[in-house]
């Protein structure tokens, strides 16, 4: 049995507490926009910051209309530099498109594009995410599994090798919906604060904890939607529940199917009909044969997954019911966890911790500092 004196429980208590905090100020870089042309007003007290070097202070609301060209950024026709960084003070805002963004905004020319980039930190980046992902009204305790989910989604996005030089995440839902400020909500809030820090783990490094709004019913495996075989992340029947995506129905046009084929580079002629040739274990299309007038295409893969979603398709989960008409159910790609699962499960009694247990079987709790120190 390991003992240990009071003084050191103190100084252990007090380097977890450290961890913790050092958490919370842990910073992620979060892409809001790129186009060649942007104007974003900062509210109040801030500094620039030009190619890493202060160059001015201000303390009134400025507009600042930004351009790219040939990598160099410009305000008001003025050539700038490569980067353009600033930092708001006072707890003010920056607003960009309507949106109010707390933290900083950099810039940064890529060639003839202005990338935007939102530099927060963690805690107060999810409290503009979970509002915008999940329902605000939605039983406390699915919010707080949101929570956890999406900060420990986060967490892998800064910590991957493949995050980009210059940001860490989208704003989108290729990544987590992000809106700043007009997401935030009191119970949001609430979920983000009743959880601060804490991550799932598993067999010592931050988890995969990908989400989606409802599994119709049967939960997908990580391997047939990614090719990807993540023992936690596998299919299962998932819980009773309803949500509006229960059952949806789709029409195809064949005109803009073929349209859509011919730009891809796949000319079939007129499109006769559509038939599924294979399912993976939760049956979810995973190959689809398209005939036409002129040759057929089976589509698998990415390419399906990015045809299905260019024509509006809310998942694979579908059956035909008519040369051109898919039957479906469910929304999303359908791994980790149902948000819909997660508020029946919540307003079934189960707390945070549960609902994770069930979606990310094997994985373990913890908090973000204190994970890493024990590594």
């Given amino acids: 049995m390991i003992k240990m004196s009071l003084g050191g429980l103190l100084l252990a208590l007090l380097f977890l507490l450290c961890f913790s905090n050092s958490f919370a100020n842990t910073p992620i870089r979060v892409?809001?926009?790129?186009?060649?042309?942007?104007?974003?007003?900062?509210?109040?007290?801030?500094?620039?910051?030009?190619?890493?070097?202060?160059?001015?202070?201000?303390?009134?609301?400025l507009d600042w209309p930004i351009t790219a060209e040939a990598g160099f950024l410009y305000v008001d026709g003025d050539r700038l530099g490569q980067r353009f960084r600033i930092t708001t003070l006072q707890d003010n805002h920056f607003v960009l498109e309507g949106n109010q963004y707390r933290g900083d905004i950099l810039f940064v020319a890529k060639q003839?594009?202005?990338?935007?980039?939102?530099?927060?930190?963690?805690?107060?980046?999810?409290?503009?995410?979970?509002?915008?992902?999940?329902?605000?009204?939605?039983?406390?305790?699915?919010?707080?599994?949101?929570?956890?989910?999406?900060?420990?989604?986060?967490?892998?996005?800064?910590?991957?090798?493949?995050?980009s030089a210059e940001y860490d995440i989208c704003?989108?839902?290729?990544?987590?919906?992000?809106?700043?400020?007009?997401?935030?909500?009191?119970?949001?809030?609430?979920?983000?604060?009743?959880?601060?820090?804490?991550?799932?783990?598993?067999?010592?490094?931050?988890?995969?904890?990908?989400?989606?709004?409802?599994?119709?019913?049967?939960?997908?495996?990580?391997?047939?939607?990614?090719?990807?075989?993540?023992p936690y992340l596998d299919s299962k029947v998932d819980i009773s529940y309803t949500s509006p995506f229960a059952n949806w129905q789709h029409n195809f046009d064949a005109a803009k199917v073929a349209a859509h084929l011919t730009k891809q580079g796949y000319v079939v002629g007129d499109i006769q009909s559509m038939s599924i040739q294979q399912v993976s274990n939760s049956s979810r299309v995973t190959h689809l044969n398209i005939q036409g007038s002129a040759g057929s295409v089976e589509l698998r893969g990415r390419v399906l997954q990015d045809w299905i979603r260019s024509f509006g398709l809310k998942s694979t989960y579908f059956e035909m019911v008519g040369p051109m008409t898919v039957r479906g159910q469910g929304f999303g790609h359908g791994v980790g966890m149902s948000q819909y699962g997660a508020k029946a499960q919540a307003v079934n009694n189960k707390d945070f911790k549960a609902i994770l247990a069930f979606y990310y079987p094997q994985t373990t709790m913890e908090l973000y500092g204190a994970a890493l120190a024990s590594r």
């Fill in 31 to 61: 892409l809001l926009e790129s186009s060649q042309t942007t104007t974003v007003t900062i509210t109040g007290q801030h500094i620039g910051y030009v190619d890493n070097q202060e160059r001015f202070s201000a303390t009134t609301t």
């Fill in 171 to 230: 704003a989108s839902t290729a990544c987590q919906l992000y809106k700043g400020v007009a997401a935030e909500h009191e119970s949001t809030d609430r979920a983000v604060m009743q959880t601060q820090g804490l991550v799932l783990t598993f067999d010592g490094r931050i988890a995969e904890t990908p989400y989606h709004a409802d599994s119709g019913g049967r939960v997908a495996s990580s391997y047939e939607v990614w090719s990807q075989q993540i």
């Fill in 112 to 163: 003839d594009k202005v990338l935007v980039i939102n530099v927060v930190e963690v805690e107060e980046y999810l409290r503009g995410v979970i509002g915008e992902e999940m329902i605000q009204s939605w039983p406390l305790e699915a919010l707080k599994a949101q929570a956890v989910a999406a900060r420990t989604y986060a967490i892998n996005e800064i910590r991957s090798p493949m995050s």
